[in-house]
């Protein structure tokens, strides 16, 4: 199997899907099985968790009728049991979306997933709003609580990053602005990665485009992006999108 993940609103979706979409390949989307348990397998050991998630994956194989096929799965929360779904899974390829979080503040911004007063929930019950999530520091819990939205989403990003960079050099690193400007360099180098060839990826990551890279300049005010530089700000430099 093939595991994307990232923060939401990085192109784990896109990436996925372009990945599923080649032959030998196909795209299970977000298993909302897999998403719903992923609180609680984050608070298990790996090995607790591994036989958890590899008997969640066989039964939606089975059900989807892609056995034969390299599934893939796009929960951006597989992040935070990477060390599991080795267990589970030991010849799974995770491949790690990484986007400039300021970029990615805006999109949860507009999306409100985890803005204060929003309702409802995802597709695996999950519910929105500024309540804790399962990846919230403990110690910060009620801090996440009363933080403001620009804040949280910042919290989000770097949460899920430092999850993916925890899980080991294995991880394939995939960043959303070469995909933007450099289609074919990033399929092919993904492509030898999972051993795939090369012209069906190339061919589904050309359709990539996004105008939006840089938004955060013209979206967000200084002291909005004061406030992501206070809370993932040394990320933020460790990744080069901050000198």
Do not use: N
């Not at 979706?13 to 990945?19: G, K, R």
């Amino acid at each position: 199997m093939v595991f994307v993940i990232g923060s939401p609103r990085s192109g784990t979706s896109f990436l996925a899907s372009a990945i599923g979409s080649c032959p030998g390949f196909a795209d299970l989307g977000e298993v909302a099985a897999l998403k719903a348990e992923i609180p609680l397998l984050a608070a298990l050991e790996p090995a607790q968790a591994a036989e958890r998630i590899r008997r969640v994956l066989t039964l939606t194989r089975r059900l989807g009728l892609v056995a034969g096929l390299r599934a893939v799965e796009q929960t951006p929360e597989t992040a935070f049991v990477a060390q599991a779904v080795r267990l589970a899974l030991p010849g799974a390829a995770l491949v790690h979306i990484v986007r400039d979080g300021r970029d990615v503040v805006c999109s949860l911004l507009e999306r409100g997933w985890l803005s204060a007063g929003r309702r409802g929930g995802d597709d695996a019950g999950l519910p929105y709003g500024a309540r804790p999530r399962f990846w919230v520091e403990p110690e910060r819990r009620a801090e996440f609580e009363a933080a403001s939205d620009v804040r949280r989403a910042a919290w989000a990003w770097r949460r899920y990053v430092e999850a993916a960079q925890a899980a080991g050099e294995s991880v394939y690193e995939v960043r959303y602005e070469r995909l933007a400007a450099d289609h074919e360099g990033t399929a092919r180098d993904l492509a030898a990665h999972l051993d795939a060839a090369p012209e069906p990826l190339v061919g589904t990551l050309r359709a990539f485009s996004d105008s939006s890279i840089g938004r955060f300049r013209r979206d967000l005010t200084p002291e909005q992006l004061a406030e992501i530089d206070d809370e993932a700000g040394p990320l933020l430099c460790e990744l080069g999108y901050l000198q």
